[in-house]
């Protein structure tokens, strides 16, 4: 499918899906029972999500104004992994900016008015220290009703807890600068 082919070709991560429906008419996508792989260099094979579901609807005047903008998204995971690679990258920023590019995939150029993100397990590695860590977390996260910037912004109510609890290193970068970006969301 060309879906399947784009993501595997842009982010170097292997992708399956039970089932996957996209609706042009209604600018919807669903996915369902899917897994995605990491990228090479981000933890020898482990799975970055185990995807229960994913749906999106954008608003119709994306189509008109070219500007990205999604009515809701849905995200429920089974389990998502964040490793953090020997430079220092995070695996879901990279692939965020890999698919979607740096603007909408980091920055403000895809806005997201309602989001519900729900997670089971979170793995979570640091493998740019000279001693890498390595933490498997039980967090029934289950959150709805805000807004994101980026598509990388649904993962906003994960990155907080995670910034908290300081399970990954300060000043890595992007999203996972747990003192500073965490807080600009």
């Known amino acids: 499918m060309a879906f399947d082919y784009k993501l595997e070709k842009d982010t170097g991560c ?14 919807n996508i669903w996915i369902e029972d899917a897994v995605l792989g990491n990228s090479q260099g981000f ?19 994306t189509l ?25 990258q995070l695996n879901l920023e990279k692939f965020a900016k890999d698919l979607f590019g740096e603007s ?18 979170v793995e979570i590695m640091d ?15 289950d959150i709805d009703d805000y807004k994101a910037e980026g598509a990388l912004g649904i993962f906003k109510p994960l990155f907080e ?9 300060e000043g890595i970068g992007g999203i996972a600068d747990a003192k500073t970006v965490i807080s600009s969301f």
């Open 104 to 121: 909408k995939g980091l920055g403000n150029q895809l806005r997201i008015e309602q989001c519900h993100l729900k997670i089971k397990t």
């Open 161 to 169: 807890i995670v910034a908290r609890a300081e399970y990954l290193p």
């Open 43 to 61: 933890g020898e094979g482990r799975i970055m999500m185990d995807i229960n579901r994913f749906e999106a609807k954008a608003k119709l005047e």
């Open 64 to 88: 008109i104004s070219g500007t990205a903008e999604i009515e809701r998204a849905y995200l429920d995971l089974d389990r998502v992994s964040l490793i953090v690679d020997e430079q220092g």
């Open 14 to 27: 292997s992708w399956g899906a039970g089932r996957l429906a996209c609706n042009p008419f209604g600018l």
């Open 127 to 141: 493998l740019s220290s000279p001693n890498p860590t390595h933490n498997v977390v039980r967090l029934g996260v």
